[in-house]
Nanobody, 118 residues
Framework: QVQLVESGGGLVQPGGSLRLSCAASGSVPGLNTMGWYRQAPGKQRELVALITNSGATSYADSVKGRFTISRENTENTVSLQMNSLKPEDTAIYYC????????????WGQGSQVTVSS
């Protein structure tokens, strides 16, 4: 079993920055992918960014050049640095950890509210 605990988020003005962090605990396998999804009111949950344990990253087109995902494998943490935030970035952000061990496993954090507003 894996537990994910998020921190960060909050209210920021357009053009500002925020940083989200997520710490995984429990039986975390070495080979895994961590990342972030978000869900805005009335919309489906969407991918923001992913990072593998080897450091390969992928981003949604809407955040490329503004968001940076990173991780610390020894501490099982993943972070999302969000710069040049826009009102349309307003959403609940969820941390994800997924891996395959025969079956596919996915674990989610509790969600962190990010609000971009003047």
């Amino acid at each position: 079993q894996v537990q994910l605990v998020e921190s960060g988020g909050g209210l920021v003005q357009p053009g500002g920055s925020l940083r989200l962090s997520c710490a995984a605990s429990g039986s975390v396998p070495g080979l895994n992918t961590m990342g972030w999804y978000r869900q805005a009111p009335g919309k489906q949950r969407e991918l923001v960014a992913l990072i593998t344990n080897s450091g390969a990253t992928s981003y949604a087109d809407s955040v490329k050049g503004r968001f940076t995902i990173s991780r610390e494998n020894t501490e099982n943490t993943v972070s999302l640095q969000m710069n040049s935030l826009k009102p349309e970035d307003t959403a609940i952000y969820y941390c994800l950890l997924k891996y395959r061990a025969g079956l596919f496993y996915e674990y989610w954090g509790q969600g962190s509210q990010v609000t971009v507003s003047s």
